[in-house]
């Protein structure tokens, strides 16, 4: 096992939030703050968009390649639901960038709906920001979607 310090640096700098960036994608003005808030305390960047749409421009048209997605599905314009197809199909970091749902519809709902949301972690609004901070540091430290 090699202890040597560009090691331990290496490892530090993939798991501590400094420098990560975060897309928070959501209607709701308050709630983007909030999170946007909390994230930019535990030292990340932050990325907002208040619908699908504005998400894709973030990521098609000015380049910003975040290293996770907060994503509600419930928006004007382009959903959630529809950014994800989206992404699926024709974006080209979509395997690489987690994605967390963040819904006020639980899950059965959603599988009542016929939405189909496996592969993705869901949080249920109204939610916990430790919690939520929780799971993006988790998904940052391990890439799993």
Same mark, same amino acid.
């Given at each position: 096992m090699d202890n040597s310090p560009l090691t331990s640096l290496a490892k530090t700098q993939h798991t501590t939030p400094v420098g990560r960036k975060i897309l928070v994608v959501d209607d709701d003005e308050f709630m983007r703050y909030a999170i946007g808030y909390r994230l930019r305390e535990e030292g990340f960047t932050v990325l907002s968009a208040s619908d699908g749409g504005q998400a894709l421009e973030l990521l098609n048209i000015k380049q910003q390649h975040p290293d996770l997605i907060l994503l509600d599905l419930m928006m004007p314009y382009i959903s959630g639901i529809e950014f994800l197809h989206i992404i699926q199909e024709k974006h080209p970091l979509q395997k690489s960038i987690p994605?967390?749902?963040?819904?006020?519809? @639980?899950?059965?709902? #959603?599988?009542? @709906?016929?939405?189909? #949301?496996?592969g993705y972690h869901f949080i249920e609004k109204p939610l916990s920001l430790d919690e939520l901070v929780h799971w993006i540091n988790h998904f940052l430290a391990y890439g799993e979607n």
């Open positions: 994605v967390i749902i963040i819904s006020s519809l @639980g899950q059965d709902e #959603l599988k009542e @709906g016929g939405y189909k #949301l496996e």
